[in-house]
């Protein structure tokens, strides 16, 4: 019986670990969790749908080039309070309004990344592929976008361990995830949900650059084979 009632004491003490809480908790947690994947997936997914066309037109039209890029730093710039007071007369309090200024954070990062891979790629690729005759279409799905995917995946790398981070802001109107937990374990001062959700975002953010990390090495098996071969 001591044992029980040492284990719950360390809610009444407001300690910053305490087991008891992730086994009372464990169902809000779990709710937070997939709610912040799941906005996290989302912005990234949706990001990247928007920042592949950009990157393809400043390609196409360099003249586009400052325009979009500067466009993308400075919404980047904008602190996520006054993005979200932007967003709010489109999307009121809804995951939309969260979503939307994710995707818009994610801009400069997928964009200068996709624009990088492609530039990235040796001019004899894609002169062999013409002589192939390969047209504009073809080339870009099998050629460039292969030897892309380093630079490119490393850009959604980066950009989804932000996102990870930049969702907790969600909490501002009740769509952060794990945020949601920690802003009311702030406000509460409630120290065991305050470490556990930060914990809990820490592990999402590396779990999920690792899981994309495997994901490059799987798509991209030639970057290894210079090791390999260096090894040898």
């Not at 037109?57 to 904008?78: M, N």
């Not at 390969?134 to 490393?154: C, D, I, K, S, T």
């Not at 999920?208 to 040898?232: N, V």
Request: glycine residues 8%.
């Amino acid at each position: 019986m001591s044992t029980g009632l040492a284990a719950r004491s360390c809610l009444t003490a407001n300690d910053w670990i305490c087991g008891e809480y992730l086994r009372t908790r464990s169902q809000e947690l779990t709710e937070a969790t997939v709610e912040h994947v799941w906005i996290t997936a989302a912005s990234v997914l949706i990001g990247l749908a928007v920042a592949f066309p950009l990157a393809l037109l400043v390609r196409a039209r360099p003249a586009f080039a400052a325009p979009v890029l500067g466009l993308t730093t400075l919404l980047y710039t904008i602190p996520s309070l006054a993005m979200f007071s932007l967003l709010l007369p489109v999307f009121g309090l809804s995951a939309a309004l969260v979503v939307t200024g994710l995707v818009l954070y994610s801009l400069t990062i997928l964009v200068r990344n996709i624009l990088a891979g492609l530039d990235a790629v040796p001019a004899e690729a894609r002169e062999a592929a013409r002589g192939m005759g390969y047209g504009p279409g073809r080339l870009l799905w099998e050629v460039e976008l292969p030897l892309a995917l380093p630079a490119l995946m490393a850009g959604v790398r980066i950009a989804t361990v932000s996102t990870v981070a930049l969702t907790t802001v969600g909490a501002l109107i009740g769509r952060g995830g794990l945020g949601n937990l920690i802003d009311d374990g702030v406000q509460t001062t409630f120290k065991a949900q305050v470490l556990t959700a930060s914990v809990l975002c820490v592990l999402l953010a590396a779990a999920a650059d690792l899981l994309l990390l495997g994901a490059q090495r799987l798509l991209t098996p030639w970057t290894r084979i210079p090791k390999a071969g260096r090894a040898a």
